[in-house]
């Protein structure tokens, strides 16, 4: 099975609502690299979806969360949190530390 198969029109096993159209596309764009680059990621994609038959559902919300068990995480686009590198550098936590 391909990532694309999980967003086919009508047919969505990965639902991203109360997002930009922009904001989606970016966010279904890092989800599918996920799914292609890692085995680990694919694997409880396929887990979720196809063996356990649920959606993943990605909620525009005011911080980051996820419901453990249930498929579902909260995102905010441009959330201020903050987190320090492997290098101790410091920086400000977008859609890229968390999605990547």
Known sequence: ????????PGQEMI?????????KKEIT????????DSP????MFDDWIRVKNKKIL???SGSFQAVPGE???F???????YYIDNNGTAG?????????
């Open 1 to 8: 099975m391909s990532f694309d198969d999980f967003i086919k």
């Open 15 to 23: 639902v991203i609502e109360g997002f930009l159209q922009n904001d």
């Open 29 to 36: 764009e890092r989800l599918k690299k996920i799914y292609e």
């Open 40 to 43: 680990i990621a694919r694997e």
């Open 58 to 60: 990605v909620n525009y």
């Open 71 to 73: 498929g579902i995480v």
């Open 75 to 81: 995102a905010n686009v441009t959330p201020k949190g």
């Open 92 to 100: 400000v936590c977008n859609l890229n530390c968390v999605i990547r």
